[in-house]
């Protein structure tokens, strides 16, 4: 399945990524208003950790035996056996954070307002993620791995 | 009666017996399967009865799979039976109703039974354990005109009930026999964080005490009137909700060739010493990586990973237990914490790392060993929690970047390149220069 990478090489960390995953979890997917006006605030998926000066972008790695899903007490994560991402029922989490913890990636968020935990579900509605459709560097790359 | 037979058979049907199933059904779309469980119900999430108990969720939002699991997946549910006897030699199983049922391949998953202390007056009406649905539903009927609850046990289950309890504006009283709660998860300084934002919400605690004696009302000594501990002190209360712990569930195999050590003995595949004969979950003694051998770790996630592993397995398909230990994440009375491992270690040969802030709800500590993380303790900021337990299960060498394992945005970049590039399945080689 095709995955978002980061190249570490050209990300400059102006984390325009996350700017642009929260707005398309926004309600109004406005970039002006989502964040300014909105409450509850939208979370974004992605985040830009620094260390020293290298940047990298990074969100749910959707692994196919995935940890988070194995470690679920409500039964809220799941993979959608059609796409292969892994997604989470808002209904059913109940923030316990368990998933955090099993999370070799630590790329799942915890949504503290809406008591739910926040996570990138690869743009369902997009051909192409948002984060990599907008960056400017083309420092993430939505493959199947072969381009790496 | 006519004898039922399945390929498959798995008793219980909480978190391990789902898991084995699905596993199963990954491998063997077709080959007769039954879960079979004393429960009434679907399966639900264990831990979601606190938030049933609090009436903030229905019977039907605890349900763990959709309304057409079994079916779908063509499983039988036998439910609402309980198993009584397991007959080795002729591979079947008798249930309470009479029936008989045969397998080729069984798993165990049983689960684990509330531990109740002997107590003086320990049988009056008003005394609840806590660890199913149907507890639960015991609970939210009796709660309903009481106001005073005595909760038995400062744990996982004593501090979900006691939340639950709270939200339904009970005066809530938890008696914990340690010097501090969840005692077996934090160290003294994470536990009276923890005490601190439970006392906020008007919970009482009283440590270093048990309960002696339940006492009766003046009016119907039958039913729990309060409880007296062991320095004599009497707690009024309505109801007790006894929550000490489990214990493995291995009735059905006691005098039985199936080896029981604390639990059903598993190897790697997560096999008993009988042949075609598996167990995960709270019922088993399995791989501990940390430990480097078997030991009963009753935790949800756990028992899923193991169910997993049993699963393939039965249906042919080798898979080998990769191991767990102790992990938990907790957020009760509104603080986030994950906990795993050794987070009191002896003193000697562990190194201890740890740090607080920003405020005074933060707190983060890793416990290290020859280098390798043996422990680990975050609250507050618990998000980089999940790369030092990913760590922790590599048993990784960590003694070159140490220091930046407490570092507030601690995650995947704080890595050395070549390990951070292996676990995103980038080319190792390719670095920044």
């Given amino acids: 399945m095709k995955l978002v990478y980061p190249n570490e090489e050209v990300c400059v960390g102006c984390r325009l990524c996350e700017v642009h995953c929260l707005v398309e979890h926004s309600t109004s997917r406005d970039l002006i208003k989502a964040f300014k006006r909105e409450r509850p605030r939208p979370l974004a998926r992605i985040r830009v950790q620094a260390d020293g000066d290298r940047f990298l972008a990074l969100q749910c790695r959707h692994c196919p035996d995935p940890p988070c899903v194995h470690a679920c007490l409500t039964g809220a994560l799941y993979r959608d056996p059609a796409t292969g991402a892994v997604c989470v029922d808002a209904d059913k989490c109940s923030g316990c954070w368990t998933c955090i913890l099993f999370c070799p990636f630590g790329v799942i968020s915890r949504d503290v307002t809406r008591g739910v935990i926040a996570k990138c579900d690869l743009c369902p509605d997009r051909l192409v993620p948002a984060c990599v459709a907008n960056c400017p560097n083309e420092a993430l790359i939505f493959t199947n791995g072969e381009e790496l | ?433």
């Fill in chain 2, 1 to 433: 009666m006519s004898s039922q037979h399945f390929e498959h058979l798995i008793i219980g049907n909480s978190a391990g017996g789902i898991a084995a199933a699905e596993a199963i059904r990954e491998v063997d779309r077709d080959g007769p399967l039954a879960i079979v469980s004393d429960e009434p119900y679907p399966a639900y999430s264990r831990p979601l009865i606190s938030e049933y108990l609090a009436g903030q969720r229905s019977q039907r939002s605890v349900a763990l799979r959709p309304p057409t699991f079994y079916k779908r997946n063509g499983i039988d549910a036998i439910l609402g039976v309980r198993a009584q006897r397991i007959d080795f030699e002729k591979r079947d199983i008798e249930l309470a109703d009479g029936r008989a049922i045969a397998w080729e391949k069984l798993l165990l998953a049983t689960g684990g039974s509330p531990i109740v202390p002997p107590m003086a007056g320990g049988e009056k009406e008003g005394v609840f354990t806590f660890t199913t649905l149907q507890d639960a539903e015991r609970l939210r009927r009796a709660v309903a005109d009481v106001r005073r609850a005595v909760v038995i046990g400062g744990g996982f289950i004593g501090l979900s009930a006691a939340q639950a309890l709270a939200h339904r504006h009970l005066a809530v009283t938890i008696v914990e026999l340690k010097e501090t709660i969840l005692s077996t998860m934090l160290d003294a300084r994470a536990a009276r964080l923890v005490e601190k934002s439970i006392r906020r919400q008007g919970v009482t605690i009283i440590t270093g005490q048990s309960v002696r004696e339940v006492l009766g009302r003046p009016e119907d000594d039958s039913r729990v009137g309060g409880v007296v501990l062991d320095d004599g002190r009497q707690v009024l209360c309505d109801l007790v909700v006894v929550a000490i712990g489990v214990a493995p569930r291995t009735e059905l195999v006691a005098g039985s060739p199936v080896k029981v050590g604390r639990g059903i003995v598993v190897d790697r595949r997560m096999a008993t010493s009988v042949p075609g004969v598996y167990a995960c979950g709270d019922v088993a003694e399995a791989y501990d990586f940390l430990h480097g051998e078997n030991r009963v770790t009753p935790i949800w996630p756990n028992a899923v990973l193991g169910g997993r592993t049993a699963g393939h397995n039965m249906a042919s398909q080798p898979d080998t237990y990769t191991g767990a230990t102790a992990a938990n994440s907790l957020n009760y009375f509104g603080l986030a914490i994950t906990a795993a491992g050794v987070v009191n270690p002896p003193n000697g040969s562990y190194e201890v790392l740890s740090a607080s802030g920003p405020g005074d709800g933060c707190y983060r500590k890793v416990v290290l060993r020859d280098g390798r993380i043996v422990g680990l303790l975050f609250i507050g900021e618990i998000e980089p929690s999940g790369v030092v337990y990913g760590l922790m299960k590599d048993g990784a060498d960590v003694g070159d970047f140490r220091e930046s394992l407490l570092s507030r945005g601690f995650g995947l970049a704080s890595l050395p390149d070549a390990l951070r590039r292996q676990k995103l399945g980038l080319p190792v080689g390719a670095r920044r220069e």
